[in-house]
């Protein structure tokens, strides 16, 4: 069993490493951060939506903004879309779960607001049809998918497709790359660093 504990490490170890080296994912990054301090500035805020461990995952990077993450600072506007379980359950069941997202999109969002979008495939209808939505409103889109960036390579304004077909390390790399966005995001629009 140690061997195969050692294997999985180390194939999350290569994922990581292969975007290490990867300038696109960097620079793509870079950008993602300068947009989400201009929209904090300009007022606006960050959704985040995904489904089963990307919906886990995009609570835990909503809550390092409207929380904090390396220094004890004003909440930022940041918020996951699922949370409201009253809302999702209804909306779920009177038109289709498809459009829980894309719906409070259009009773919340605004243009300059940013939405991420998690989804390994890149190809969650529910995501797909929010970043639908969020293009209408003239949103600034951020997908986080796995290699192929799927239905939502076209939507997303930034794609970070990590490079990987494999469902867990792609999620954990999501978990690297939003960290990376947390705190550059915080370190910039506070002026601080860490």
């Known amino acids: 069993m140690s061997d195969q504990i050692k294997k999985i490490i180390q194939e999350s ?7 290490l080296n990867d300038e696109t994912i960097i620079n793509t990054l870079s950008s993602c951060v300068t947009d989400i301090v201009n929209a904090f500035k300009n007022g606006n805020k960050v ?22 993450f390396y220094t004890d600072r004003d909440a930022l506007p940041a918020e996951a879309l699922h949370v409201n379980t009253s809302y999702l359950t209804a909306v779920a069941n009177d038109y289709s779960y498809d459009v829980v997202y894309s719906r409070i999109i259009k009773g ?40 192929t960036g799927g239905k939502m390579k076209d939507l997303s ?36 660093t860490t």
């Not at 170890?13 to 975007?19: A, E, H, T």
């Open 13 to 19: 170890i290569d994922v990581k490493s292969q975007l």
């Open 47 to 68: 959704l985040f939506c995904g489904n089963g461990g990307s919906a886990a995952d995009a609570q835990h990077l909503a809550a390092e903004f409207s929380g904090r």
């Open 157 to 192: 304004d930034y794609l970070l497709n990590v490079p990987s077909t494999d469902t867990p390390r792609i999620q954990e790399s999501h978990i690297l790359l939003g960290h990376i966005i947390c705190q550059l995001v915080e370190e910039q629009y506070f002026n601080t």
């Open 108 to 147: 919340i969002g605004k243009k300059g607001d940013v939405l991420v979008g998690l989804s390994t495939s890149g190809n969650s209808g529910n995501i797909v049809k929010a970043f639908e939505t969020a293009k209408e409103k003239g949103m600034i889109t951020i997908g986080l998918t796995g290699a």
